[in-house]
């Protein structure tokens, strides 16, 4: 008789939106300034940034991934600090799902943001997020968060663990369509003549 794998045991993980932590059986990585070489358009803004860099880290992800396979979940916490490079605001390096037609939830914890979206067929939006709000990322979209205020901005995500990330479909297409940039009345969006279109990444 075949032997038939007994479930994973139930998970519960306490949210902190305060201090930017998720306890429980997680796991977390860290982005600095000097791991986001290329991401702004600005070089002469970043190259500043980076000599005055405290070396402190600007953005971390803590997540939990208690089972694998078909119908688990990766459930975490983004955390982003505010900033601008040039006239962009502080942003993560963003992705598009290597399952493309999976989807991910964002729900706004503390600050301020934007998720900035592009879809594959080349439509941009932007959804503000806060506290409370609720962003649904459909499958097929390029999506990256932007922390536009002046706090911390906390979301806690969640998506299928078999979903995947592609992180370098930005670079390759120059960065995204729009730049989420700063001016007298906030924040507005502003086209990026660097974009060439986002391709699948290589086999």
């Known amino acids: 008789m075949r032997a038939v794998a007994l479930p994973v045991e139930p998970a519960a993980l306490d949210v902190q939106p305060a201090e930017g932590r998720m306890v429980g059986d997680s796991a977390r990585y860290e982005k600095y300034l000097r791991d986001l070489a290329g991401l702004y358009r600005d070089d002469a803004a970043f190259t500043r940034a980076l000599a005055s860099d405290d070396g402190s880290a600007v953005y971390w992800v803590e997540s939990s991934t ?16 505010p900033g601008t490079i040039g ?6 390096r963003g992705h598009l799902h290597r399952a493309v037609e999976e989807a991910e939830m964002y729900y706004g914890l503390s600050g301020q943001g934007v998720m900035l ?3 594959i067929d080349g439509r941009s939006r932007t959804v503000p997020i806060s506290p409370g709000t609720v962003v649904h990322v459909p499958g097929g979209w390029v999506h990256r968060s932007v922390n536009v205020g002046t706090d911390t901005l906390s979301t806690l995500f969640c998506y299928s ?4 990330q592609d992180y370098d479909i930005i670079e390759r297409a120059g960065g995204m369509k729009q730049l989420i940039v700063s001016g007298p009345n906030g924040w507005s969006t502003r086209p990026n003549p660097d974009h060439k279109g986002f391709h699948a990444a290589p086999q």
């Open 87 to 92: 006239d962009e605001f502080a942003m993560t």
């Open 117 to 119: 979206l592009e879809s």
């Open 66 to 81: 208690i089972e694998q396979g078909a119908g688990a979940l990766t459930i975490g916490i983004s955390v982003l600090r």
């Open 161 to 164: 663990t078999d979903a995947g």
